[in-house]
T-cell receptor, first 114, second 110 residues
Framework: SQTIHQWPATLVQPVGSPLSLECTVE??????LYWYRQAAGRGLQLLFY??????ISSEVPQNLSASRPQDRQFILSSKKLLLSDSGFYLC?????????????FGQGTRLTVV | QQPVQSPQAVILREGEDAVINCSSS?????VHWYRQKHGEAPVFLMI?????EQKGHEKISASFNEKKQQSSLYLTASQLSYSGTYFC???????????FGSGTRLQVQP
């Protein structure tokens, strides 16, 4: 069966510090991968998605970046965090062939920038 | 573009019914529904593809009107376990990643 791992679960970082969140998927190959952010009490904002190694699409301009160095690994990074980067970050995956393209989410990383 | 969900919040007594609506301004290929408990990751409920199909999951069902680009989630005889925030996610005909609405917070009381 497929599983998705995301870490760390919680993170407190000072403003201006770098960020690296990692997500890996097991039990499937060539998945679509996604990073979403959820501000407190708000909806899910799509940040990045990837359909293959090295292929990253950015949905919003910001100081975050994403990379996919391996088929089942997705990394979210920042060189300098802002207070507004605080939130609940969720990695997700889906199969690439329709129609069953439901997204499966990791348990999330709660990031607090102080 | 983000789909619009309504209502933003609803409070029910156990056994009551609720309807959550989701509408989009763009042509849709599919609509997904997810439920998120506080502090947890969203969990997939169901997917509806264009063609106006209706799906069900226990006492939760949904419909998709592709002409109106709308979907509705129906919760019947609600249970305490139904509490949470419900999100619709839409997939455009260009088939990019899911775009989620702002969510509907549902609270079921005894």
């Amino acid at each position: 069966s497929q599983t998705i791992h995301q870490w760390p679960a919680t993170l407190v970082q000072p403003v201006g510090s770098p960020l690296s969140l990692e997500c890996t998927v097991e039990g499937t190959s060539n998945p679509n991968l996604y990073w979403y952010r959820q501000a407190a009490g708000r909806g899910l904002q799509l940040l990045f998605y990837s359909v293959g190694i090295g292929q990253i699409s950015s949905e919003v301009p910001q100081n975050l970046s994403a990379s996919r160095p391996q088929d089942r690994q997705f990394i979210l990074s920042s060189k300098k965090l802002l207070l507004s980067d605080s939130g609940f970050y969720l990695c997700a995956w889906s199969v690439t062939r329709p129609p069953n393209t439901e997204a499966f989410f990791g348990q999330g990383t709660r990031l607090t920038v102080v | 573009q983000q789909p619009v969900q309504s209502p933003q919040a609803v409070i029910l007594r156990e056994g009551e019914d609720a309807v959550i609506n989701c509408s989009s301004s763009k042509a849709l290929y599919s609509v997904h529904w997810y439920r998120q408990k506080h502090g947890e990751a969203p969990v997939f409920l169901m997917i509806l593809l264009k063609g106006g199909e209706q799906k069900g999951h226990e006492k939760i069902s949904a419909s998709f009107n592709e002409k109106k680009q709308q979907s509705s989630l129906y919760l019947t005889a609600s249970q305490l376990s139904y509490s949470g925030t419900y999100f619709c996610g839409t997939e455009g005909t260009g088939r990019r990643a899911l775009t989620f609405g702002s969510g509907t917070r549902l609270q079921v009381q005894p």
